[in-house]
């Protein structure tokens, strides 16, 4: 069974700093994908970034990229300028790529504060 | 678009009662899956439908059920409910549940009394 950990249930930055989380995964698999979610107050879960194991080149959406380290299941996501509005929980997520119907294995979360 | 809606946004119900939970995806998603999320356990996955069926389950008890129908709407049904049942539950759509992104509606926050 796949597990997905992050070890900092909180965190604190300040704006327009860099934050980085972390995200460790066990999985025998080879083929799979990685996430990071962000959950506002609002409870909608919405997606950051995703990263395709078998893609060696490492994710980046604007202010997101994440550093992905297949060999040591390792996924953490750098948030850079952060902004106060990137307050949130942050989950990792990881899901097979075997084909039909998957579901997500998500961490416990963190919970970032961004401070003015 | 519209997005992922969940209805009722909050909910109270007692021990032993049953509560049924709706779910209308983005137009277009076949796929509907159902999370569960406490402060506990996190976020637990329960199942997911595709074109009415039941692709996959997580591992909860049979009170937990659900179906989707012809529209993909999904409801998801709980049973003689528990103490430990109140939980944030969250639904999710996509394309074809795999590959595609997953979008998430806001959630029921079910409280059981």
């Known amino acids: 069974a796949q597990t997905v950990t992050q070890s900092q249930p909180e965190m604190s930055v300040q704006e327009a700093e860099t934050v980085t989380l972390s995200c460790t995964y066990d999985?025998?698999?080879?083929?799979?994908?990685l996430f990071w979610y962000k959950q506002p107050p609002s409870r909608q879960m919405i997606l950051v970034i995703r990263?395709?194991?078998?893609?060696?080149q490492n994710a980046t959406e604007n202010r997101f990229s994440v550093n992905f380290q297949k060999a040591a299941k390792s996924f953490s996501l750098k948030i850079s300028d952060s902004q106060l509005g990137d307050t949130a929980m942050y989950f990792c997520a990881f899901m097979r790529a075997q084909g039909g119907s998957e579901k997500l294995v998500f961490g416990k979360g963190t919970k970032l504060t961004v401070n003015p | 678009k519209a997005g992922v809606t969940q209805t009722p946004r909050y909910l109270i119900k007692t021990r032993g009662q049953q509560v049924t939970l709706s779910c209308s995806p983005i137009?277009?998603?076949?796929?509907v899956s159902w999370y569960q999320q406490t402060p506990g356990q996190g976020l637990q996955f329960l199942f997911e439908y595709f074109s009415e069926t039941q692709r996959n389950k997580g591992n909860f008890p049979g009170r937990f059920s659900g179906r989707q129908f012809s529209n993909s709407r999904s409801e998801m049904n709980v049973s003689t409910l528990e103490l430990g049942d109140s939980a944030l539950y969250l639904c999710?759509?996509?394309?074809?549940?795999?590959?595609?992104?997953?979008?998430f509606g806001s959630g029921t926050q079910l409280s059981v009394l």
């Open positions: 999710a759509s996509s394309l074809d549940g795999m590959v595609e992104k997953l979008f």
């Open positions: 999985t025998s698999e080879n083929n799979y994908y």
């Open positions: 990263q395709e194991a078998y893609k060696q």
């Open positions: 137009s277009g998603h076949r796929s």
